[in-house]
């Protein structure tokens, strides 16, 4: 529904790679940063790089927000805002921060830097 209602503007399963891939992955198909405020309570590496089922990541407008939390509560889904999309760099908490250029360049000289 939150497709279909143009509510939602970007949706990405969490699944090979995690959250912070997924989240990677995300601002460089849209050529936009990202800043992830989520707290880490336990450990970093299974939060940010822990391949879990049933999780999407999602952006929408600042505007929407009202309407998604009442189409999650409607079909029991549970929703948490973990961030803002915005900027030139991809910053994780206080863990991690890049700039979406240099993340990007990375992503895509990986495979040939790895055969080098």
């Not at 509510?7 to 891939?21: E, F, L």
């Not at 992955?25 to 049933?54: K, P, V």
């Not at 915005?86 to 360049?105: M, P």
């Amino acid at each position: 529904m939150g497709i279909k209602n143009k509510i939602i503007k970007s949706a990405h399963d969490v699944s090979d790679g995690g959250v912070a891939v997924n989240i990677i992955e995300s601002c460089i198909s849209g050529e936009i940063g990202a800043n992830i405020n989520e707290e880490i309570i336990n450990r970093w590496d299974a939060a940010l790089f822990g391949e879990t089922q049933s999780k999407i990541i999602v952006s929408i407008s600042p505007y929407d927000i009202n309407e998604l939390t009442i189409l999650a509560n409607q079909n029991s889904v549970p929703i948490k805002t973990v961030g803002k999309v915005g900027g030139d760099s991809i910053v994780f908490s206080n863990l991690i921060s890049i700039t979406l250029e240099e993340v990007a360049k990375k992503w895509d000289t990986s495979l040939e830097n790895l055969l080098n």
